[in-house]
Every structure is written in C-alpha cells, then in structure tokens.
C-alpha cells in the first residue's frame, strides 16, 4: 500500500493543510481591514471567491481527467475526474450558499440574479449532472465514458456561458453589485484563503481519488472470483 | 456589528459542509476496507458459474 | 465525400419517412407546444400590458419543453426497434450517424416552430412579417438540436432517459435561450439590426464549436 515516505508525504500535506487553514480564518476574520460600507459582513468575501476559483479548478480536472480518460482510458483518470467533479460540486454548493447569505446579510434579499451568481448557478447544474450520469448509468464503464464526455462539453460551455450571462446583466442591471475595490491587505487575506482552500481541495480529490479507485480494485475481485 | 450573526453563520456552514463531506469519504473508506478484507479472507467462496 | 453526404441523407431520410408515416411525434409536440403558449397565458395574463416585455420569453419557454419532447424521441426511436446496432454495423463514420440523425432532428424542430410562431404572434396580436425572427428561429434550433443530439444519444443507455435528457441539456442551452429570448425582444419591438448584432454573433459562435464539439464527441457516445 503505502511505504514511509508517502504516508509522511501525506501526513505533512495534511498538516500544512490545517496550518494554512487556521492562517486563513486569521486573515480574513482579524488580519485584513473593516471594509467601509459594507462592515463586517463583507469578510464572508475571503471564503466565497476562493471557493469560486477552487470549484472553477476543480471543474478544470475535470475537463482535463475526461479527456485523459477517453484517451487512455485508465481507471485513474476516471477517478481523478469523479473525485474532482465531486468536490467541485461541494465547492460550487457553498459558493452559493455563501453568495446568498452575503446577499441577505448585505442587502436584505436571499438571491440576486447577478452575473457571477447565476453563471455559477449554471455552472453548478452541469457538474450536479455529471454525478448523475454516473449515479443513472447501468454499468461503470459506461457512467466512466459518458460523464467524461459531459465533463468535456461542460467545460466548453463554461467561457460561453459566462459571457451571454455577463452581456445579459449588463442590458438588464440590478441595482446591486458585488464588488467594490481591493486595498493590497485585502489582496493578501485573499491570496491566503485561495492557498488555504487549494491545498483543501487537493487533500479532499487525493483522498476521494484513492477511494473510487479502490472501490474499483474490490468490483475487479468480485469479477475474477465469479470466473 | 450586528451583522456578525451572518458571518458566524457562513463559516459554520462551511465547516459543516466540508466537514460532512469528509466525513463522508471516511465512512466510505471504512466500508471498502472491510468489504477488501473479507474479500482476501475468503478466497474462492463464490462459486463459479 | 459524397458517399458520405449519401449516408447521411439515408438516415435523415429515414427517418422523415417514418415520421411522415405514423406522424406520431410531430402532432403531439404540436398540441403541446400550444398548450403551452395558452397555460403560459393564464399564468402570466396576457391581456395586461406586461405582454410585450414577457411575449419571448413565453415562445422560447414553449419552444424549449417542446424541443426537448421532440429530442427525447430522435435515439429513443432507434432504441425501442433495436436499430442502433444495425446503424452501428454501416461502414460508415461514426458522424455520418450524428449528422443524420441531427438534419433529422432539426427538420422536425424548424416544422414546430413554423406552425407555432405564426400562431404565437397572432394570439398575443404582434405583427406578422418577421424575417429576422425566422433567422432567430434557425440559429437558436441549430444551437438546440447539436447539444441535444449528442445528448439523446448520451441518455439513450442510462436510466431514467426522459428526466436525464433535459437535466443535461438545459444549463448547457442557456447562452442560446437567452440570446434567443434578447434578440427576439429586439425584432418584437421592430429594433435595428445593431442592437441584435452582439447576442447574434454568440449564438453564431454557440452554434458553431457546438457543432464541433457534438461531431467530436459523438464516436465516444455511441460505443460499445
């Protein structure tokens, strides 16, 4: 299974894991400033867009780990990309749990069809469809071959889907935006938290990754017992 | 200040999540070692078709 | 090149003749799609002002659910009969089969939305003569039916088929309904060509590396 040097490997991942994770909670509730009109609420920012990038890098693996599958068809690849779409879509999820909380706490309404929002909420059907072609699919092999062409033309779709839903908001403006300026100490807590939320992904894929191919060693027993 | 209910809600629901999720995969884990297991343990007990 | 082009006019063919025989899908997605304008007018009264603002979106929303019925059909139909292996067993390129299956599909789309739309406009009393919307019309199907092509074929083999098809077609379609539902605002309302220009071009685009795409992935979609 695993000799020394990887479970220290490991074990020091999941150490410097926590570690950043404990400096994130600092930067973003102590290190970085009050923001001036929005109060403390807007701390909420230093989780919600490192979350966004990271389920956006998840969906990334995806698209590469579908393609590498379809090629090599390696049960590694097809876990790799299961395990990230997995996480993607918990990453996704609390963005927009995130995204709508901020929203009620800052402006006193759960949702806001803003450009972001929405594309993530898009974004977020596609990848939940993912899981489900493999959850719907009558064999693994097929779910493997099918949901990787999903995370293919999913992934195409991301830059196309967020450019029509831009443009849209852009012809039909709320009167709520999201953003506002970053002083360098914000840009730093955030630089932290997308760190911290990085090396959280990585551990969660790692481990996700080790467990469907394992899942898929034990089905390859079953089947050489039955010959 | 008052808002601090929020943010006290957003991380405790992030944790929640991710702390779900990884327990989660733990559960998993455990089951697939079991089921590993019984499987070394018990050579041939399927009977060929 | 032309053998191909044979190939795909046999299976596009095909289908047209068993359609035009039993005129089994055509008709019923029709009476829906009707349907659907009319609930869709007690949901929202027709008769208020809002009419104007909200008339697209009505169309493209019936459009869609109807599309959708019609696209669940296009590899269901090669399913029930067994036929996907004999289609599998031609020795011809795997998107001869996509591009057959795909003049199908967005033939039958084009018939619907040639009864619905003029019945559209005159239940919600527009004007009649619309070009530009026809232009619309074909952009937004090619767009609709490429995706949803590959994706019939997808669900084809997994269960649930029928819920399965529009949970991985419709986040994928967005770019083209809201461009669809823009542009047409844009005609309704009798605007210059300028202000369609922009969702124009990216349905254009949508149309176009879907298309691609689609032809791609398809081999990877029909094996066995």
């Not at chain 1, 974004?123 to 699919?137: H, S």
Request: aromatic share 14%.
């Amino acid at each position: 299974m695993k000799n020394g040097r990887g479970k220290l490997r490991d074990d020091l991942l999941v150490g410097m894991g926590f570690a950043l994770m404990l400096a994130a909670l600092y930067m973003a509730l102590v290190y970085a400033p009050t923001e001036k009109y929005a109060g403390a609420v807007q701390r909420i920012f230093y989780f919600h867009v490192p979350l966004a990038w990271v389920g956006f890098l998840a969906f990334l693996v995806v698209f590469i780990g579908s393609i590498l599958y379809l090629w090599k068809r390696s049960v590694i690849w097809d876990s790799i990309a299961w395990a990230s779409a997995e996480v993607g879509v918990v990453f996704t999820s609390l963005v927009l749990i995130t995204g709508s909380i901020w929203a009620k706490a800052a402006w006193g309404i759960w949702w806001t069809w803003d450009a972001r929002l929405t594309a993530t909420l898009v974004l977020w059907f596609v990848y939940v469809a993912y899981l489900m072609v493999r959850g719907y699919a009558r064999e693994e092999s097929q779910g493997a071959r099918l949901s990787a062409v999903l995370g293919i033309v999913g992934f195409i779709n991301v830059p196309i889907v967020a450019l029509a839903i831009n443009l849209w908001r852009t012809q039909h403006p709320t009167a709520l935006i999201f953003e506002g300026g970053l002083a360098p100490t914000m840009l730093v807590a955030l630089l932290v938290c997308v760190v911290a939320f990085t090396v959280l992904y990585i551990l969660l894929v790692r481990q996700a990754t080790s467990l469907k191919i394992l899942e898929s060693d034990i089905e390859n027993m079953k089947n050489l017992r039955l010959e | 200040m008052e808002n601090l209910g929020y943010l006290f809600a957003i991380y405790s629901i992030v944790w929640a999540v991710i702390f779900g999720y990884v327990f989660y995969l733990y559960r998993k884990q455990r089951k697939l070692r079991r089921e590993m297991d019984s499987l070394r343990d018990s050579p041939s007990k399927q009977e060929p078709d | 090149m032309s053998r191909m082009f044979a190939s795909v006019f046999a299976i596009f063919w095909k289908d047209v003749l068993s359609e035009i025989r039993t005129k089994e899908i055509v008709t019923a997605v029709l009476v829906f799609a009707l349907l659907v304008l009319v609930i869709f007018n007690f949901a929202f009264d027709a008769a208020s002002g809002t009419t104007a603002r909200i008339a697209p979106g009505i169309l493209w929303v019936a459009f869609t659910f109807a599309g959708i019925l019609g696209l669940n059909r296009v590899f269901a139909v090669e399913k029930e009969n067994s036929s996907l292996a004999g289609l599998r067993l031609c020795p011809v390129d795997r998107m001869v089969i996509f591009w057959g299956k795909l003049a199908g599909s967005f033939t039958f789309m084009l018939v619907i939305a040639a009864v619905i739309t003029p019945i559209f406009l005159v239940l919600f009393n527009l004007p009649l003569f619309l070009p530009r919307l026809a232009l619309i019309i074909v952009l937004a199907t090619l767009g609709f039916t490429s995706v949803g092509t590959l994706f019939s074929a997808l669900a084809m083999n997994i269960r649930a088929r029928d819920i399965m098809l529009p949970i991985l077609f419709l986040p994928l379609v967005v770019p083209v309904i809201i461009g669809a539902v823009e542009t047409t605002t844009c005609v309704l309302a009798g605007g210059p060509w300028s202000d369609m220009l922009t969702w124009l071009e990216i349905m254009i685009a949508f149309d176009i590396i879907y298309l691609v795409v689609a032809t791609l992935m398809f081999e990877f979609v029909i094996e066995e």
